[in-house]
């Protein structure tokens, strides 16, 4: 008889290790069910912000694949709108709750993949369900929005609340349907996820587009009027608004496995091994936003919610399941956006991660262009790097640039991998012609002024 | 009294070196003389075909640093036209030709920098000097392509010898002013610097364009009528051009050196050590065009020319002369350029390397975007890896792809750099947003592939 393998949760993650492991184990010899309590499977949450803008024209582009898709072509079976509300490792069953058909269903299981994924943090003034206020993760959060953008009476001021990746993208998209856009932020800058020194150069960007920027301000509730939303409160007073798009980050969602026991660690997040099993109860995996992993630089554990570590982590503990060998080695941080035109990317720690992990440091920052200076199209480009001192070992790095400059951090995120010194980057040879670089491409640039840096520091 | 440097070649190489000498000792502890027999110092070669096309406006714009810069802000003294015609290690000294004063001049030297770069390869065929034949390493060379383009009776057939980077740059460049392009090349496909798989797409490209393709060709001759070029004489018959361009590549400008007693290495070129230092002269350092590199991945010396290297190794003979400590740890052989809209990229080994230097390997070819596939915009590229069997490490990489392709060479090329193997490449940290890369980068799924490959190569 085949065993049979019950997934959590039909995301990313989920249906990865699921589609992984069918690749090892035929359905001979392995049942595999996954229980989404949404609509979809496998989904580009990251991809919403530009459904919505307008720029991917329909949901359905940002749907991987469908139920349908898996079971033709995987033989794997996928319960949409079946919420698991109990996990019995003792009897090896899950109960999950049919919410549209009702009542419950029951699945033994030989093989769990915990993968529920992340949910979005909602302070107190947020529960109440005011009409015009929307979260921004699933695909129906987006329709909901799309909706009421397009009802009478029509929106004109949206707020965006949080300046994370979803904040600054959101406020970019609404600003497409031709609303006046502020963004609410409370920390001193919007996009915290750089240095402050970097972030202004965001924060400029983004005013340069008429997005109104209010840092510094704690959101303390919403003011309704006839059943809508009218205007944000905040610390420093109200701020109108007809259309609000909360973008506060997200906490992985543990509830259920805590429930069953499943053990969470010290970033709130489920505790996984190397190969995506939960320590201490066999047979169980965990993957994606629910979990937390090891950050390769502070060597401390990190929820670092991401569609891309989702997808590798799920692909790791179905190969496992499937039988094969595979590891999950860590996260080093890496994260890239655009703003406007403006792109943002970056690796490692940031200056007050690498204080809180006990580093000395030096940072440099270094301005260039993303091509010869005199090919046309030569735009500035700013490259942040912090290096542990004495060693010079690379800790982090970030480039904001208007072309090309987003996707540059990769080669900086390899060579953080690879536990290189800013002495070796120097040498790194790195692909140069005159419509690509300059003859020092900005990231070599960065690496001797930050050598340089370290001559100077007194050690 | 001050030491003295001197250097003979003021390009990138040569002048990098002085800079850096300079910026750690003063002008009363050396005295720095360079000799350049051209009209200029310090430009971008590489450069020249976006000046011809007419990309870049202004031939100024390609020169970084001119004589006068060198004088007042480094106190750095450049003789231009000034030819070197011998050197004296016993005596310590150089003897200088004045190619426009006339007479020579004599100059003896502590430390010397040989910088003479390379000199393009010329078939007996092409020494004659046919009016309207034209080299382009100079930016004499592109005026007087600019010049003849111009001239009474118009050109409008114009043939490209070469189908290397240089070759298909220019090929590019008199496209642009609406002639009817040719390329000629003796291979089977133009590019050769990627395998024949990826050279293909290029060929494709470049016939897309208008640019007629002929390759297995040989050329033997030149055909004048009324002084000026009219026909390349190939092996398979004459093909009419009124305008030629030869791009056959390079070879070290050695003669000078090995003249003097200066080891030349099996590439050809001039044999240096890890710091620069010309093995057994002591005070004598080598950089640039004119020397040899340790490739890192073959282990083989190997004489690559390009504008980066040269900056870096300049940059350490001078770090050394300065008295510090820096080494050029050798080269990878990365290259990236476009054709027309095309982008290539390439590290490591090609195929025939891998062969030539022994190793066993698979090849993969993985076909992607550069973005989500439902973000606008998102374009086909195409990865192709080469990874030694059974160990997996990274011996080589291409990149063939339509937007944003040809610099993701520079992860590969840190990930080759560090020796890492395909399997450890499939959990790399890169940077995922959907307007830069599907959830899976190209670089991922293209390491994904290679590790199924090994899986299923037999070992």
Redesign the interface.
């Known amino acids: 008889m085949a065993e049979r393998m019950v997934v959590v949760g039909g995301d990313?993650a989920g249906m990865s290790a699921a589609s992984q492991a069918r690749r090892l184990r035929g359905r001979d010899d392995l049942e595999i069910v996954a229980f989404e309590r949404g609509h979809f499977t496998s989904y580009?949450a990251?991809?919403i912000p530009?459904w919505v803008s307008g720029?991917?024209p329909g949901r359905d582009?940002?749907v991987a694949r469908d139920p349908a898709t898996f079971r033709d072509r995987f033989d794997i079976e996928v319960r949409l709108r079946h919420e698991v509300t109990g996990i019995d490792l003792d009897r090896r069953e899950v109960v999950a709750r049919d919410l549209e058909g009702g009542g419950e269903v029951r699945a033994g299981f030989d093989t769990l993949v915990y993968a529920t994924g992340a949910t979005p943090i909602q302070p107190g003034w947020a529960r109440g369900g005011v009409a015009g206020v929307f979260g921004m993760q699933t695909l129906d959060d987006g329709t909901a929005l799309l909706d009421w953008l397009d009802r009478e009476p029509k929106p004109r001021r949206a707020l965006v609340i949080g300046g994370g990746?979803i904040g600054v993208e959101m406020a970019e998209a609404l600003l497409h349907h031709g609303l006046s856009v502020d963004l609410v932020e409370q920390a001193d800058q919007p996009m915290s996820t750089v240095d402050p020194d970097m972030g202004e150069l965001v924060a400029e960007a983004m005013r340069g587009t008429g997005i109104g920027i209010r840092t510094g301000r704690t959101v303390t509730g919403l003011d309704e009027r006839d059943g809508r939303i009218a205007a944000v409160v905040t610390d420093e007073g109200p701020i109108p608004a007809d259309v609000v798009v909360l973008g506060l980050g997200v906490r992985p969602n543990t509830a259920l496995g805590e429930a069953a026991g499943l053990p969470v660690g010290p970033s709130g997040a489920i505790r996984v091994d190397r190969r995506m099993r939960v320590p201490g109860t066999p047979g169980v995996y965990a993957a994606g936003d629910c979990v937390e992993s090891l950050h390769r630089v502070s060597g401390m554990p990190m929820h670092i919610p991401?569609?891309?570590?989702a997808?590798?982590q799920g692909r790791v503990a179905g190969i496992n399941i499937g039988g094969g060998y595979a590891?999950?080695?860590g996260?080093?941080?890496?994260?890239?956006?655009?703003v406007c035109e403006l792109?943002v990317?970056r690796?490692g720690l940031r200056e007050r991660d690498a204080h809180a992990a006990g580093f000395e440091f030096v940072t440099v920052l270094a301005e260039s262009t993303n091509r010869?200076g005199?090919?046309?199209g030569a735009r500035p480009m700013t490259v942040k790097l912090i290096a542990e001192r004495p060693s010079g070992r690379l800790l982090g790095a970030q480039i904001v640039g208007w072309s090309?400059a987003?996707?540059?951090?990769?080669?900086l995120?390899?060579?953080l991998?690879?536990n290189?010194t800013v002495d070796?980057m120097?040498?790194?040879?790195?692909?140069?012609?005159?419509?690509?670089?300059p003859?020092?491409?900005p990231?070599l640039i960065a690496a001797r002024k930050a050598v340089e840096a370290l001559a100077h520091s007194g050690r």
């Open positions: 990313a580009s990251c991809g530009y720029l991917v582009q940002l990746y991401l569609g891309t570590h997808n590798k590891t999950f080695p996260v080093i941080g890496t994260a890239v956006t655009k792109e990317g690796t010869a005199y090919y046309p090309e987003a996707k540059r951090i990769d080669a995120a390899v060579a991998w690879n290189m070796e120097t040498a790194l040879d790195l692909g140069y012609a005159p419509p690509y670089a003859v020092w491409d990231v």
